[in-house]
Structures are given as structure tokens and as C-alpha cells.
Nanobody, 115 residues
């Protein structure tokens, strides 16, 4: 299975927006629940958002109301729309999921929010 590929990260000022994209193979998209995970230096990583193939989404408390996860199963694409960004959102963001007990995550895309 080819790993997912994230894109769309960058440098943005606090209060700004970014849209992350995740392209993956059909095999990866066969996973019912996919998600976005972030890892910041010196901090514990966290699952930011996840979405089922039916479109049911969950978010960690710190991003509720600011981030929106979506997926297009026909195009094997997943997205994370991030608004009202804060410096504490700075991290490397990864997309992926677990298939038959194996984790499949991409190389990540850097998001940096300046104050």
C-alpha cells in the first residue's frame, strides 16, 4: 500500500486559514476511519480529527469550531480546513489510518502559525 501524501501546509499569521489535502491509494481509502494527526516539537502528538467513510467526524477539543475534516471517497482525497489558526497549532500534520492493525501515515506537511 502506497502511503498517503499530505500537502497544503505553510506559514500563516495567527487568525489565518489553511487547507490541508491528503491523497491516498484506494487501499488506504478502504479504511473506514481516516484522520489527521499532528506532532509539535517537545509536545505529545494528538489526533486532531477523524472521519468515517460515511462522513461522521470527530475533533479534539482544541480545534472544535475551527477545523473541518472532509473526505471525497470518489477521488481518494481527504481535507482539513483550518481557520482561526493559533500559534499552538504549529506542528507537522499527518494524514492516514489503521488497516488490519498496521498504521499508514504520510510524511507530513509543516504548518507554522506566527503570532
Amino acid at each position: 500500500q502506497v502511503l498517503p501524501v499530505e500537502s497544503g501546509g505553510g506559514l500563516v499569521q495567527a487568525g489565518g486559514s489553511l487547507r490541508l489535502s491528503c491523497a491516498a491509494s484506494e487501499t488506504i481509502f478502504s479504511i473506514d476511519t481516516l484522520g489527521w494527526y499532528r506532532q509539535a516539537p517537545g509536545k505529545q502528538g494528538e489526533l486532531v480529527a477523524r472521519i468515517t467513510s460515511a462522513g461522521s467526524a470527530n475533533y479534539t477539543d482544541s480545534v472544535k469550531g475551527r477545523f473541518t475534516i472532509s473526505r471525497d471517497n470518489a477521488k481518494n482525497m481527504m481535507y482539513l480546513q483550518m481557520s482561526s489558526l493559533k500559534p499552538e497549532d504549529t506542528a507537522v500534520y499527518y494524514c492516514g489510518g489503521t488497516l488490519d492493525g498496521t498504521e499508514y501515515w504520510g510524511q507530513g506537511t509543516q504548518v507554522t502559525v506566527s503570532s
